[in-house]
Each structure stands twice: as C-alpha cells, then as structure tokens.
C-alpha cells in the first residue's frame, strides 16, 4: 500500500512539475520576444516584422505578409492616407519599454496564454498616471518552441481580427 501511494504521489509531482514547466517556457518565449521587441523599432514594414518572423507561428507570420503587400496597394492609391497600422500591433500606442511586467501564463497541451502588463507610469512616453493596459499573448508550441499565435487586447479584440478588418479596407 506505501508503495502505490509513494508511485502515485512521484506520478503526481512528474506531470504537476511538466505542467509548470510547460507554463515557464511560454513565460519565457514572452519575455523574450518583448526584449527582442523593444531593442528594435516598433515600425509595420518589412524590415521590422521580418526581424521578429522567428517568434510568430507560420498563421500569424502569414497574416503579417498579407496585410503587409494590402497596406503597399492600399497606400499606393491612396498616398495621403495613414496605414491601417501605424505601428506593430504588439505594444499600446506611445507605450515605452521601461514600464511593463509579466502576468500569470495559463495553458495546457500545445497551447498557452501569457499576460503582458503595460503601465503608463511616471517612466513612460505618454501619461504618466498609472493608466494599466494588459495584452494576452496567445502562443502555440511547434516543434518544442512556443511561437506567438495571437495577440488578445483588453478591450478582447484580437491581432487576427484586426488583420481580417483590414482587408475589407478597399
């Protein structure tokens, strides 16, 4: 009987030590890319969403590449128009780099959810009044590495639905 519980409770601490595990790497892959993100220019053009290809998943690297080669055509008939995105759609507008923080990461399976804090605080380029806005980094494993499927702003409009809103953009 010892022995069934002792088997049991060390099957028990291998799959919750997994699980945790599994939750670390997608915070990781997060913290990461938000690093990678804000040492580079936060400008939607080829260069820099091409700079960041290793962190999205094949979907979202699509997306990018549509609205993308969208945006060239729709600027080029209407030159003094502004793009549908005038920056990249991973930070709030203004928002600068020194104020923001890591949340709680959900997930199970292949799939993960990382929460990215941004706090306009007495540090950031816009209001300093301690406005918080939050993002929910949706990620996918592929092939062992967490890559960035989606993005769920706090009003829970999504990256991939503000891609598909600006097709309909003629």
């Known amino acids: 009987m ?33 690093k990678f993100h804000f040492a580079n220019e936060n400008i939607f053009n080829e260069k820099e969403v091409g700079l960041r290809r290793e962190f ?24 003094d128009n502004k793009p549908y995105f005038e920056g990249l759609p991973l930070e709030p507008i203004e928002f600068c780099e020194n ?12 799939r993960a959810t990382v929460k990215v804090n941004f706090i306009y605080g007495k540090s950031s380029c816009d209001a300093s009044d301690g406005t918080k ?13 967490w ?3 989606n993005v769920i702003y706090d009003d829970g409009n999504t990256l991939v ?10």
Do not use: H, W
Request: charged share 25%; proline share 2%.
């Open 99 to 110: 104020d923001y923080s890591f949340g709680k990461t959900k997930g199970s399976g292949n």
């Open 2 to 34: 010892k022995i069934k519980i002792i088997f049991l409770s060390i099957i028990l601490l291998l799959l919750s030590s997994g699980v945790y595990s599994q939750k670390q790497d997608a915070s990781a892959a997060v913290q990461e890319f938000y």
């Open 56 to 79: 999205f998943t094949p979907k979202l690297q699509q997306l990018f590449d549509a609205e993308l080669k969208r945006q060239k055509i729709y600027l080029k008939k209407y030159p």
């Open 161 to 170: 639905e503000a891609f598909n809103e600006a097709k309909n953009i003629k």
């Open 147 to 149: 890559l960035i499927d």
């Open 133 to 145: 806005i939050f993002y929910k980094i949706s990620l996918l494993q592929i092939g062992g590495k």
